[in-house]
C-alpha cells in the first residue's frame, strides 16, 4: 500500500501513483491522508503522466479511487460548540448543568471539549459547514485528543526521527555532545500545550533554546575553547509563562561528564533514550 498527504486530488493521485511505482493496481488499493480538509468530488480521476521516461506519449491514465482508503483531518476549531448545541448542552438555557455539573466535578475546559467532540454525528460536521456529500463519504468519525505532557516528551524522544534525536545529530556532526534533562523536556512539553500548538510547537521551541549554541560551535572548534557539548536543562528552557537562559555550552573535552558528575545526573538517562540515528529535517535553516 502507498500513501501520500496533501495537495488537489489530481496531485495527490498523481503522488499516489508514483509512490506505487505507476502500478495502478497496487495505487488504487492505497491509501490517503488529507489534512485541512476540502471536498472529493470525482469517483474516476484522469491523471496526467508527467513521467515522460515512463510514459512518452503522455496519455492519461484512469484511476479507480473506491478501494482506496482516504482518511480526511482536521483542526474544527469550535466545532464543540455546535455539538453542545445539537446536545442542548449550551452555556445558557436549559442545557447549563450538563456542563456545569461537569466542570464542578473537577473536569477542565479541554476534557469538556473532548468529551463532546467523542459524540459528533456526520450532522454536526454539516452544521459546521461541510456539504453532506463530502461527509456521505466517510462513515466512521473519530476524534482525537489533544496530546498530553508525557506524550509530547514521548514525540521529543522515542520516535525514529525524534525531534531530539535530530539535534543530536546536527550537534554530532561537529562532535559536539547534546544532553537535555528530563526537567527540561518536561517543561518544553508544558510550554507547547500552553500554546495550544500540539507536537508542531515543539521544533519552535527547541529552536529558539538552542538558537545561540548553534552559532557558537562553528567558532569553537579547537583548544580550550572547543565545545564538549550543549545542555538544555530547566534554566535553559525556563517556565511555562517565561523564557529561559538558552542552553548551556561547556567547553574543554570531559565538561560534560563534569558537569552530570556535579548535579549528579545519571549519563544513562534522557541521553540513551535518544541513541540512535535519526534523519536530519529538509527544513534545518541553520547549518553549522
Known amino acids: 500500500m502507498a500513501g501520500y498527504v496533501g495537495e488537489d486530488v489530481e496531485s495527490i493521485l498523481y503522488k499516489l501513483l508514483t509512490v506505487a511505482d505507476f502500478n495502478v493496481q497496487a495505487a488504487q488499493q492505497g491509501m490517503v491522508y488529507i489534512d485541512e480538509v476540502d471536498k472529493i468530488t470525482k469517483k474516476i480521476v484522469n491523471v496526467p503522466e508527467k ?5 512518452p506519449r503522455g496519455d492519461n491514465i484512469q484511476i479507480d479511487t473506491k478501494d482506496i ?20 448542552d449550551s452555556s445558557i438555557g436549559f442545557g447549563a448543568p450538563v456542563r456545569a455539573n461537569m466542570r464542578a466535578g473537577g473536569i477542565s ?13 456526520s450532522g454536526d460536521l454539516i452544521a459546521y459547514g461541510l456539504i453532506p456529500e463530502f461527509i456521505g463519504r466517510f462513515p466512521i468519525l473519530v476524534s482525537l485528543a489533544a496530546l498530553n505532557e508525557d506524550q509530547l516528551v ?10 531530539g534525536k535530530q539535534f543530536k545529530k546536527l550537534f554530532s556532526m561537529n562532535n559536539v555532545k547534546l544532553h537535555f534533562t528530563d526537567g527540561a523536556l518536561r ?9 495550544n500548538t500540539g507536537a508542531r510547537g515543539l521544533r519552535t521551541i527547541l529552536e529558539n533554546i538552542l538558537m545561540d549554541s548553534m552559532y557558537e560551535i562553528p567558532d569553537a572548534k579547537s583548544g580550550e575553547k572547543r565545545i564538549d557539548a550543549v545542555v538544555v536543562d530547566e534554566d535553559a528552557v525556563g517556565s511555562v509563562d517565561q523564557p529561559g537562559c538558552g542552553a548551556k ?23 540513551s533514550e535518544m541513541d540512535g540515528e535519526a534523519e536530519l529535517s529538509s527544513s534545518r535553516a541553520i547549518g553549522m
Open 154 to 163: 514521548q514525540v521529543l524522544i522515542e520516535p525514529k526521527n525524534a525531534l
Open 249 to 271: 555550552i561547556l567547553y574543554g573535552d570531559g565538561a560534560l561528564d563534569q558537569y552530570l558528575s556535579q548535579i549528579k545526573v545519571s549519563g544513562d538517562g534522557v541521553g
Open 109 to 121: 475546559s479541554a476534557q469538556v471539549t473532548s468529551s463532546l467532540l467523542e459524540s459528533v454525528e
Open 187 to 195: 517543561i518544553i512539553a508544558k510550554k507547547a500545550m500552553s500554546k
Open 69 to 88: 482508503l482516504f482518511i480526511c483531518g482536521g483542526a474544527f476549531v469550535d466545532l464543540e460548540k455546535t455539538i453542545s448545541e445539537r446536545r442542548q
Open 51 to 55: 513521467g515522460a521516461r515512463k510514459h
